[in-house]
T-cell receptor, first 117, second 111 residues
Framework: DAGVTQSPTHLIKTRGQHVTLRCSPISGHKSVSWYQQVLGQGPQFIFQYYEKEERGRGNFPDRFSARQFPNYSSELNVNALLLGDSALYLC????????????????FGPGTRLTVL | QKEVEQDPGPLSVPEGAIVSLNCTYSNSAFQYFMWYRQYSRKGPELLMYTYSSGNKEDGRFTAQVDKSSKYISLFIRDSQPSDSATYLCAMKKEGAQKLVFGQGTRLTINP
């Protein structure tokens, strides 16, 4: 079975531009979470979506938004890019639902490396 | 103060050594504890996943959780050069999906 897939692999943008990152979860997984990992740091939680609804939001500005589609894939959008948005953006999928109350493994994709110049 | 503290290293040990990696945390609401391995420019890979206090063993890896001390550990026995990576601890609250990560410890196993 395919794992979590993300596209594109790498992306270079300039300040002020907009970017869209995409994620396809593991087949059968209904929950997708997005994380930002700055070089030398651990991942920071941005959003969680389950059944197309936002279930959690981290401490990120409104320039960051996301959505989940009926096939459970997800997009992360970042507007008005800043130099500080340069990072590895990770998508994680899990079964979701009531399993959030129990052991519910999150599996990460390879990430999209965003560079803002 | 960060919710999860992890020594970033770097940590360098000879092949075959026992490696001990640790994290401390401040939020007593954390109930689920994980260790991820991340190779350079790759996504994190789940190694160990435990609930509440206690030990869990999987092959050469042992995870320990001491909730009374708010301290978790990962031990790697018979370390191999292929174990060279960054190791991230992560934890979450009951009913939550958000993972809170440590900074990660960069580990090198020397042949």
């Amino acid at each position: 079975d395919a794992g979590v897939t993300q596209s594109p692999t790498h992306l270079i943008k300039t300040r002020g531009q907009h970017v869209t990152l995409r994620c396809s979860p593991i087949s059968g997984h209904k929950s997708v979470s997005w994380y930002q990992q700055v070089l030398g740091q651990g991942p920071q939680f941005i959003f969680q979506y389950y059944e197309k609804e936002e279930r959690g939001r981290g401490n990120f500005p409104d320039r960051f938004s996301a959505r989940q589609f009926p096939n459970y894939s997800s997009e992360l959008n970042v507007n008005a890019l800043l130099l500080g948005d340069s990072a590895l953006y990770l998508c994680a999928s899990s079964l979701g639902g009531i399993r959030d109350r129990a052991l519910n493994e999150q599996f990460f994709g390879p990430g999209t490396r965003l560079t803002v110049l | 103060q960060k919710e999860v503290e992890q020594d970033p290293g770097p940590l360098s040990v000879p092949e075959g050594a026992i490696v001990s990696l640790n994290c401390t945390y401040s939020n007593s609401a954390f109930q689920y504890f994980m260790w991820y391995r991340q190779y350079s420019r790759k996504g994190p890979e789940l190694l160990m996943y435990t609930y509440s206090s206690g030990n869990k063993e999987d092959g050469r890896f042992t995870a320990q959780v001491d909730k009374s001390s708010k301290y978790i550990s990962l031990f790697i026995r018979d370390s191999q050069p292929s174990d060279s990576a960054t190791y991230l601890c992560a934890m979450k609250k009951e009913g939550a999906q958000k993972l809170v990560f440590g900074q990660g410890t960069r580990l090198t196993i020397n042949p």
